[in-house]
């Protein structure tokens, strides 16, 4: 059984840093990309960043690149959202997610397979 479980949220100040770690087990190998989408109260999901199975290829959101790091373990199973000078419009629910099929690191929510429950992130201005 494939889970995916996110951890690390919290409530910070503008400005500060948050790490968002996700844990996927249950899978035949680490050869699979990993997304982070987040979702706003009253808003839809939206991607944020993902990282292929390599580590090498990167793809983030716009309004997050030079703020937000993607980086995995494989070792370990874990990626890493390292989150720096946040902005309250930073505040959502994040969500981790596996592409199992990705030949590419797609920004498409459609094209994730497994999610995880999702972590509060709160900043205050």
């Known amino acids: 059984q494939v889970q995916v479980v996110e951890s690390g949220g919290g409530l910070v100040q503008a400005g500060g840093s948050l790490r968002l770690s996700c844990e996927a087990s249950?899978?035949?190998?680490?050869?699979?990309?990993i997304g982070w989408f987040r979702q706003a109260s009253g808003e839809g999901r939206k991607f944020v960043a993902a990282?292929?199975?390599?580590?090498?290829?990167?793809n983030y959101e716009d309004s997050v690149k030079g703020r937000f790091t993607i980086s995995r373990d494989n070792a370990k199973n874990t990626v890493t959202l390292q989150m720096n000078n946040l902005k309250p419009e930073d505040t959502a629910v994040y969500y981790c997610?596996?592409?199992?099929?990705?030949?590419?690191?797609?920004?498409?929510?459609?094209?994730?397979?497994?999610w995880g429950q999702g972590t509060q992130v709160t900043v205050s201005s």
């Open positions: 249950g899978l035949p190998s680490s050869r699979y990309t």
């Open positions: 990282v292929g199975w390599g580590g090498r290829s990167t």
């Open positions: 997610a596996v592409d199992w099929t990705a030949a590419l690191v797609s920004s498409d929510a459609f094209e994730y397979d497994y």
